[in-house]
Each structure stands twice: as C-alpha cells, then as structure tokens.
C-alpha cells in the first residue's frame, strides 16, 4: 500500500495528472482532496505514467497524483491515513479529445483472449431394440365379494385332522357367542319392562291413566333362559378321519 505524505520543499505544489491544476495545501485538505507518490516497483511505475499520456513523462520522487484521478474502491480508509489498495492505477482524468481517441485506439488494438475451446458432445448410444411386448391372457382379479362367497359355500371338510378339530372349535365358539347375545337381550327386555311397570302404577296411583290403558301395556313376562354351566368341551375325531 502507499501512504499520503505530507510534502516537503521539495515536492511540487500540483498533481502530475494531464491537466489537473490541484495543488497541495490547506485549501486541498480541506476539501478531502489526498496526494500519493507513484510506487516504487519500476513495472508498475510505469503504468501509472503511461496511464497519465504525457509525452516523455518520467515520474520522480516528488511526483504526486491526486485523489481525484482513482475510484472510490481504490482506497482504504480504515484507518487514520488514506491508503491506495494494492495494484491500483489512476484511471480518471479529463483528457482532451485527440488523446480521448488515442486511448480508444489502444483500447481496441489489445489482443483479445480466444475463447476456451468447447468440448465436443459425447457420442450418443444407439437406443436399444425394442421387443414386442408377449401378449398375457386376462386375468380379473378376485374380489372381496367373491372370495366371501368361496368362503360360506366351502362345505368340504379339510383333509388333515388338525384343521377339522380348529374348525370344529371355531363353530362352537361362535355358538357360545350367539347364545350369550339372545340371553342379554332378552334380560334387557325385561328390564325394560319391569320398568315400564312401574311408571304405569305410579301413573295409575295419581289417577293418571285407567285401568284398561293398563292392562293393554301389560305383556307377557319375559322368560329368560337360564344360563348353563360352562363344561370343557373336548372334540373326539373319529380314528378313521385320522388316516391318510
């Protein structure tokens, strides 16, 4: 980086840009205007003074550019002294129109960059052969419905002895189940009724309601069957449902 210093006597007092009358002092500073020697390194010393177009410049070392001839991104000022950021050039000046086309000119003799060769495209595979696809005879699939059909019209017996007696099992238990239901219901119905009993007799004690009403809601009691002991069933096959 290079720093802004202060001149000395022998420094010149204006900017070494094509020109630029800015000259050192209090009247620059006060308006934020910076100066900055040219670097020390002798190739890029050189830009800067190809970059100013003055004929038969050389740079010493009390020449100084002002601030008015770099970007804004040039500079850092982080800290207390206004630095140049490393490998910057001035790049604004106010040059005149002859000079204006020499810049042009060596703008477009540069030599362009070609640009990076394109990779060729990979091959492309040939598509593999298509195969006749092998026509498949239809098949419906069965349906919820029909295999519950299957099922309740299934009255052969199985072969094997273990799955006769599980189907046996299965059977009596469902006939528990259906036993167990009616029995329920039926206390239930009773119940019921016994109920509707008494609010009949408490209606008929407050002389709300005749006898004949009475009697026509009156059933028959309600039988209930009585429920039978629980007993191990055993299931005994026939020794000649055993053979093969």
Same mark, same amino acid.
């Given at each position: 980086?290079?720093?802004?210093?202060?001149?000395?006597?022998?420094?010149?007092?204006?900017?070494?840009?094509?020109?630029?009358?800015?000259?050192?002092?209090?009247?620059?500073?006060?308006?934020?205007?910076?100066?900055?020697?040219?670097?020390?390194?002798?190739?890029?010393?050189?830009?800067?003074?190809?970059?100013?177009?003055?004929?038969?410049?050389?740079?010493?070392?009390?020449?100084?550019?002002?601030?008015?001839?770099?970007?804004?991104?040039?500079?850092?000022?982080?800290?207390?002294?206004?630095?140049?950021?490393?490998?910057?050039?001035?790049?604004?000046?106010?040059?005149?129109?002859? /000079? @204006?086309?020499?810049?042009?000119?060596?703008?477009?003799?540069?030599?362009?960059?070609?640009? +990076? %060769? #394109?990779?060729?495209? =990979?091959?492309?595979?040939?598509?593999?052969?298509?195969?006749?696809?092998?026509?498949?005879?239809?098949?419906?699939?069965?349906?919820?419905?029909?295999?519950?059909?299957?099922?309740?019209?299934?009255?052969?017996?199985?072969?094997?002895?273990?799955?006769?007696?599980?189907?046996?099992?299965?059977?009596?238990?469902?006939?528990?189940?259906?036993?167990?239901?009616?029995?329920?219901?039926?206390?239930?119905?009773?119940?019921?009724?016994?109920?509707?009993?008494?609010?009949?007799?408490? /209606? @008929?004690?407050?002389?709300?309601?005749?006898?004949?009403?009475?009697?026509?809601?009156?059933? +028959? %009691? #309600?039988?209930?069957? =009585?429920?039978?002991?629980?007993?191990?069933?055993?299931?005994?096959?026939?020794?000649?449902?055993?053979?093969?």
């Amino acid at each position: 980086m290079f720093f802004c210093r202060r001149a000395d006597k022998k420094m010149p007092n204006f900017c070494a840009a094509y020109g630029c009358s800015n000259e050192w002092g209090t009247h620059s500073r006060s308006r934020g205007i910076t100066f900055h020697r040219f670097p020390k390194d002798s190739v890029r010393k050189r830009e800067w003074e190809r970059a100013l177009k003055r004929k038969d410049f050389e740079a010493t070392q009390y020449s100084r550019i002002c601030s008015e001839h770099f970007r804004a991104e040039d500079f850092d000022r982080t800290g207390q002294t206004v630095r140049l950021r490393d490998g910057v050039k001035p790049s604004i000046f106010n040059f005149p129109p002859h /000079l @204006r086309k020499a810049c042009m000119k060596q703008e477009k003799s540069q030599p362009v960059a070609p640009p +990076p %060769p #394109v990779a060729p495209p =990979p091959p492309v595979a040939p598509p593999p052969p298509v195969s006749e696809p092998v026509p498949q005879p239809d098949v419906k699939p069965k349906t919820g419905a029909e295999d519950e059909i299957k099922n309740e019209h299934n009255y052969a017996l199985p072969a094997s002895p273990a799955a006769l007696k599980a189907r046996l099992l299965e059977a009596l238990a469902r006939v528990e189940s259906l036993e167990r239901k009616e029995r329920n219901s039926m206390i239930r119905e009773r119940r019921a009724k016994k109920h509707l009993q008494a609010l009949l007799r408490g /209606l @008929r004690m407050n002389n709300l309601i005749s006898d004949g009403r009475l009697d026509l809601t009156a059933g +028959p %009691p #309600v039988k209930v069957k =009585p429920r039978r002991r629980r007993r191990r069933r055993t299931v005994l096959l026939d020794s000649s449902a055993t053979r093969p």
